[in-house]
Nanobody
Framework: QEQLVESGGGLVQAGGSLRLACAAS????????MGWFRQAPGKEREFVAA????????LYAASVKGRFTISRDNAKNTVSLQMNSLKPEDTALYYC??????????????WGQGTQVTVAS
């Protein structure tokens, strides 16, 4: 079982940047693909980005492609999401997830508690 904890959220102006981090405490981190999802008030949780367990293949939602970059460090049991050129519509609670590489919630078995990102216009 993997336990995931997100950090790095906060308040930023439109056009600014934030870097989110997710730390895993389980013993099988390198065996899982890792993903980021987000959920805004009144909206469904949506896919943001994902990365394969070791090879480094990545997936991005069209809305963030070119602005966000996902990466992982298996030696440190962490996955990061670098977010640049942030927009007000990026405002949401961001969740880290572990499972199989994909764009659906059902692809992932373990979830963090979420970290809030707020982008001011």
């Amino acid at each position: 079982q993997e336990q995931l904890v997100e950090s790095g959220g906060g308040l930023v102006q439109a056009g600014g940047s934030l870097r989110l981090a997710c730390a895993a405490s389980g013993r099988a981190f390198s065996a899982f693909a890792m993903g980021w999802f987000r959920q805004a008030p009144g909206k469904e949780r949506e896919f943001v980005a994902a990365i394969s367990r070791s090879v480094g293949a990545t997936l991005y939602a069209a809305s963030v492609k070119g602005r966000f970059t996902i990466s992982r460090d298996n030696a440190k049991n962490t996955v990061s999401l670098q977010m640049n050129s942030l927009k007000p519509e990026d405002t949401a609670l961001y969740y880290c997830a572990a499972g199989q590489l994909g764009t659906y919630r059902a692809n992932y078995d373990y979830w963090g508690q979420g970290t809030q990102v707020t982008v001011a216009s």
